[in-house]
């Protein structure tokens, strides 16, 4: 599963397959109509009912805007004119003129006003932005300014970047914001959500009223279609234009050899790991957990279930090239060692050479979403690394409503968990910002949204808290890496890999999609031409 987390940060630039440069094919024809396959139904794309962070957050932005971009290791403004601060604690925001909602209404200060506090007094659903930072809003004309309650340089990329403005007339009246219906999604932004079916997609139509650029294609069609090899399938056939799927490694080459189908690379910054419940004996002990991540082999993961299309995880989660810019750290692979590491644990082999420890035999279920190829192959991978140190492991594949039942019920970590272990994954925001990384292991359920291994650790806590109080980015990395260190140590979840960033299209149909390093191809940029001067 994906991040389910925030908005889809990045870089603008366009990339080509080697993910640098002009984006492939950028001769090719526009489109009246495109269509798009993605792999489960969004809800109804408002921003507290999409299901994914991608690509449900990606069709959000299509259709909300926010006050800023990211882009690079910067940010831009977008319904902001400018970003105006000078201690990183208060933000001043004028908006640019001319901006309407989608049923005409212009768009004020006051709507930015209404949907913080908006933001919050529903803190639900997959895609729920944490506004708690912001102290005071305060509006003179059409400026907005935000005061913090301590200074924040990623507050822009982290926040601003991340929050959908509400219509105040639309959302005023709405009491559960994780029920809203389709005739609340009402933005400001390039595109109008004109039809829905929850079995089939959506329709996407361009808003000519656009104040902000030009939309680059008039219809976007968003098909449901869960099969990976059919949405690849039809991706042949020319009945999609665009596969929001990472190419799985199996069918990149055949793909790129195709006539008519590009493919665009780039870095993705999606994790997959394997996630322990840390509530539940023996995954509640550390050395338990250390152990049983030194039998996994993450190169051959790599090497086999990805065919080479991906990089090892870093056992301290931080992906080499994050904004965060943590330290690279060894591998924690070992076997001998897990085997030895277990038998000072105490877990002694039993007749069936499955190893026993504290009475019990090591034998544990490993969840795995049963649509993601890689996933499956590296679930039986883990099955054979873990039964080669004596580790029993029994791998069921779930439907991925089923998988998040199990593991993150209702997005609400509160509400607990109900696994051994998991195959899981983040998409590339969360490896953005420290807030977000922060999220993944605060014992706090408000400040660890994420924290769907159940993770608690008063040293860690302290970590956070200093990363997140730092008033510098230098200060911030600097905690951040000795909270790699600490995951490492405590190992509440092993990072596997991340996977190269692959996504094809029909480049006969439309051929000007553009990279944004951790969100992929579908983005606003890909379908808008801004003019943001």
């Not at 690079?72 to 977008?78: C, E, I, K, N, Q």
């Amino acid at each position: 599963m994906y991040l389910r987390f925030p908005a889809a940060l990045a870089s603008l630039a366009l990339l080509t397959a080697c993910g640098s440069g002009p984006a492939q094919n950028p001769s090719a024809p526009g489109a009246k109509s495109i269509t798009i396959a993605i792999s489960s139904d969004e809800g109804t794309l408002t921003p507290f009912t999409n299901q994914t962070g991608y690509p449900g957050d990606n069709l959000v932005k299509l259709i909300f805007d926010t006050l800023v971009v990211a882009r690079g290791d910067d940010v831009v403004p977008l319904l902001a004119k400018e970003i105006r601060t000078s201690d990183n604690k208060t933000f001043t925001l004028p908006l640019r003129p001319g901006v309407t909602w989608h049923d005409g209404k212009p768009l004020t200060a006051a709507d930015v006003e209404f949907s913080v506090g908006f933001y919050r007094e529903n803190m639900e659903g997959d895609s729920s932005i944490d506004v708690r930072p912001i102290e005071k809003v305060s509006v003179s004309g059409d400026t907005v300014t935000m005061t913090l309650k301590a200074p924040d340089p990623e507050f822009p990329r982290r926040i601003l970047a991340d929050m959908a403005i509400l219509p105040r007339h639309v959302w005023e009246s709405v009491e559960k914001a994780g029920t809203a219906g389709v005739d609340k999604a009402v933005g400001s932004g390039p595109y109008k959500l004109t039809k829905y079916d929850n079995a089939r997609g959506y329709t996407l139509t361009a808003n000519s009223a656009y104040a902000l650029g030009k939309p680059k294609v008039d219809t976007v069609k968003v098909a449901v279609i869960p099969e990976e090899s059919t949405q690849f399938a039809a991706l042949r056939t020319g009945e999609v234009h665009m596969s929001a799927r990472v190419v799985p490694p199996q069918q990149l080459a055949t793909l790129e050899r195709q006539p008519n189908v590009g493919v665009l690379k780039g870095t993705e910054f999606a994790s997959t790991l394997l996630a322990f419940n840390t509530t539940r004996p023996p995954f509640d002990r550390p050395e338990v957990r250390r152990a049983l991540a030194k039998a996994i082999d993450t190169g051959d993961l790599v090497k086999t279930a990805l065919l080479g299309q991906g990089t090892p995880g870093d056992p301290g989660f931080v992906h080499a090239q994050s904004p965060i810019k943590g330290d690279r750290l060894a591998p924690v692979f070992d076997a001998e060692a897990a085997k030895r590491e277990l038998d000072a644990l105490g877990a002694k082999p039993g007749p069936d050479g499955v190893r026993v420890l504290d009475g019990a035999p090591m034998s544990y279920e490993l969840l795995v979403q049963s649509s993601s190829t890689d996933r499956l192959r590296s679930a039986e991978l883990i099955r054979d690394m873990l039964k080669n140190a004596g580790v029993a492991v029994k791998v069921t594949a779930l439907d991925s409503d089923s998988l998040d039942a199990k593991v993150w019920p209702d997005y609400d970590v509160r509400k607990g968990r109900n696994y051994d272990m998991s195959m899981w994954g983040w998409s590339g925001p969360v490896m953005l910002s420290s807030g977000r990384i922060a999220q993944l292991l605060a014992s706090d359920p408000d400040d660890g949204s994420l924290n769907v291994v159940g993770f608690k650790n008063p040293a860690v806590d302290d970590t956070i808290a200093t990363m997140t109080a730092a008033p510098t980015m230098e200060a911030r990395t600097a905690a951040a890496r000795k909270l790699q260190a600490q995951i490492v140590e405590q190992m509440p979840f092993l990072t596997l890999y991340y996977r190269n960033g692959a996504y094809a299209f029909r480049k006969d149909v439309y051929g000007d999609w553009t990279w944004q390093n951790g969100s992929g191809a579908l983005n606003r940029f890909s379908l808008v031409d801004y003019r943001l001067g």
